[in-house]
C-alpha cells in the first residue's frame, strides 16, 4: 500500500521569509498525482499545488512551488514570503487512479511576526 | 454554491445511540469518500464509493455504513456510538481519473459523551 510520510511534525518561520515542507511516499507506480493541502483552523481542507508524476517541471502556485524528484519520491513544499495566513497544518497527499487518496501525517506551520 | 456540503457541522451525542451525517457535492464527480481525521490531525480513508463499487477499510467497525441514496449524496450512518468515535468526519469528492483533485465538505466534528 503507499505510504506518505512526513516527517516534520511542527516548524515555524518568520513572517516574510521562506519554508520548506518535507514530504516523502512509497509507490511501485509511475504515473500519479501529488498535492498539497492545507487545513487552517477553520478546519477547511484547500488545495495549495498539484503535481502530476510524469511532469518534470515543479508546480508553482504564487508564493508556492514544489520541489519534485521522482526518483527519490520526494516532494517538498517551499512557501516564499510567509503571511501570517499561511499559519495551518499542511497535509501531503498520493492519488493514484482507481484508489482514495492517501495523506501523510501532516505539519503544524507556525508563522511569527 | 458550496461545492461540497456535509450536515451538521457539530455533533454532540451520548454512547450508544445511532447518528447519520450527511454529505452531497454538486460537482458532478463520480466517487465520494469518507475520511477520519482523529485528535492527532491525522487523515485516515474509511470508505470510498462510486456508482460500482464501495470500498470498506477493513479497519473501520460495521458499525460505520455509507449510504448512497443517489451519485451526488453519501451519507454516512453511525449505530451505537462509542466515545473512540469522537473526531472530525470528513466528506470528500473526486473524479476518477487522474486529473484529478479531492474537493472537501466542511468537516463534522463529532463528540461522544
Known amino acids: 500500500a503507499q505510504t506518505v510520510t512526513q516527517s516534520q511534525p511542527e516548524m515555524s518561520v518568520q513572517e516574510a521569509e521562506t519554508v520548506t515542507l518535507s514530504c516523502t511516499y512509497d509507490?511501485?507506480?509511475?504515473?500519479?498525482?501529488l498535492f498539497w493541502y492545507k487545513q487552517p483552523p477553520s478546519r477547511q481542507m484547500i488545495l495549495v499545488i498539484r503535481?502530476?508524476?510524469?511532469?518534470?517541471q515543479n508546480a508553482t502556485e504564487n508564493r508556492f512551488s514544489v520541489n519534485f524528484q521522482k526518483a527519490a519520491k520526494s516532494f517538498s513544499l517551499k512557501i516564499s514570503d510567509s503571511q501570517l495566513g499561511d499559519a495551518a497544518m499542511y497535509f501531503c497527499?498520493?492519488?493514484?487512479?482507481?484508489?482514495?487518496?492517501?495523506f501523510g501525517p501532516g505539519t503544524r506551520l507556525s508563522v511569527l511576526p | 454554491d458550496t461545492a461540497v456540503s456535509q450536515t451538521p457541522k457539530y455533533l454532540v451525542t451520548q454512547m450508544g445511540n445511532d447518528k447519520s451525517i450527511k454529505c452531497e457535492q454538486n460537482?458532478?464527480?463520480?466517487?465520494m469518500y469518507w475520511y477520519k481525521q482523529d485528535s492527532k490531525k491525522f487523515l485516515k480513508i474509511m470508505f470510498s464509493?462510486?456508482?460500482?463499487?464501495?470500498?470498506i477499510n477493513e479497519t473501520v467497525p460495521n458499525r460505520f455504513s455509507p449510504k448512497s441514496p443517489d451519485k451526488a449524496h453519501l451519507n454516512l450512518h453511525i449505530n451505537s456510538l462509542e466515545l473512540g468515535d469522537s473526531a472530525v468526519y470528513f466528506c470528500?469528492?473526486?473524479?476518477?481519473?487522474?486529473?484529478?483533485?479531492?474537493?472537501f465538505g466542511q468537516g463534522t466534528r463529532l463528540t461522544v459523551v
Open positions: 470528500a469528492s473526486s473524479r476518477q481519473e487522474m486529473n484529478t483533485e479531492a474537493f
Open positions: 509507490t511501485s507506480e509511475s504515473d500519479y498525482y
Open positions: 503535481q502530476e508524476a510524469y511532469k518534470q
Open positions: 497527499a498520493y492519488f493514484f487512479y482507481g484508489q482514495n487518496f492517501v
Open positions: 460537482l458532478g464527480h463520480d466517487t
Open positions: 464509493y462510486n456508482n460500482k463499487e464501495l470500498i
